[in-house]
C-alpha cells in the first residue's frame, strides 16, 4: 500500500514537471512620476492634471488634487507626462469667465523653457502652450504663478464683478502641442486639449 501511494506521488510529480513552466513573477508596474506643485497663493484650489489617451474618442487619464499647505502632489504615469495639462477646477478666488476652465500655461509665446515670467507681463502675450513636454524623471516639483485681473463682463451675471485668474508654472517647462490664443493674460476652454 504504501508503494503505491508513494508511485502514484512519484509519478504526479514527473508530469507535473513535464507540464510547460510558468513564470510566477508579478507584471512590472508602469513608472510613475511624483509631481509636487508648489501654490502658495492658491490654497484650497483644486487643481486637474489630465492626459488625452485617445484623439478620436477623447478618452483621457486625469487626477484632482486640493492644494493644501502651498502644495499639491500628483502620482502620474511617467508615459502621461508627456502632453499632459493642468487645470484649476476650482478656485476661491475666481469666477468662471465665459464658462470656460482656467489652463496652466506652461511656456507663454516664445519665452524660452526655464524663463521666469512675471505677472506684469502676461497681458503682451497673445499665444501660449498648455501641453507640458513632460519628463522621465521619478519626481519633479514645479511652482504655480497666479495673478488675478478684471474679467470680462457676462449679460448673464452682472451683479458681481468678474475676476478672472491667471495661472502659469514658473519657471516655464519644456512644451508641446497647439499655440492657443491668449486673452487678457489668460488661457481658457470648454473642450479638452489634445496634445
Not at 11 to 21: E, G, H, K, R
Not at 28 to 55: F, H, M, S
Not at 150 to 174: C, D, E
Request: hydrophobic share 35%.
Amino acid at each position: 500500500m504504501k508503494v503505491r501511494a508513494l508511485l502514484a506521488v512519484v509519478l504526479v510529480a514527473a508530469s507535473l514537471s513535464l507540464l510547460p513552466s510558468r513564470t510566477l513573477t508579478a507584471e512590472a508596474a508602469p513608472q510613475r512620476t511624483t509631481v509636487v506643485v508648489k501654490a502658495p497663493t492658491c490654497n484650497g484650489c483644486t487643481i486637474v492634471v489630465e492626459r488625452v489617451l485617445d484623439r478620436r474618442t477623447g478618452r483621457a487619464w486625469s487626477q484632482r488634487r486640493t492644494v493644501r499647505s502651498g502644495r499639491a502632489t500628483f502620482s502620474i504615469p511617467t508615459a502621461y507626462t508627456r502632453g499632459s495639462t493642468f487645470w484649476v477646477a476650482k478656485d476661491k478666488r475666481y469666477t468662471a469667465v465665459r464658462d470656460a476652465v482656467p489652463l496652466v500655461v506652461t511656456r507663454f509665446g516664445a519665452s524660452a523653457t526655464g524663463a521666469r515670467v512675471k505677472a506684469t507681463w502676461l497681458s503682451s502675450y497673445r499665444t501660449a502652450r498648455v501641453c507640458w513636454g513632460g519628463t522621465d524623471k521619478s519626481r519633479v516639483t514645479v511652482g504655480l504663478g497666479t495673478a488675478s485681473s478684471p474679467g470680462y463682463a457676462s449679460r448673464a451675471s452682472t451683479r458681481k464683478t468678474r475676476i478672472q485668474r491667471h495661472y502659469w508654472f514658473r519657471p516655464t517647462l519644456a512644451s508641446q502641442g497647439p499655440r492657443l490664443p491668449v486673452r487678457g493674460g489668460v488661457v481658457g476652454t470648454q473642450d479638452d486639449v489634445r496634445c
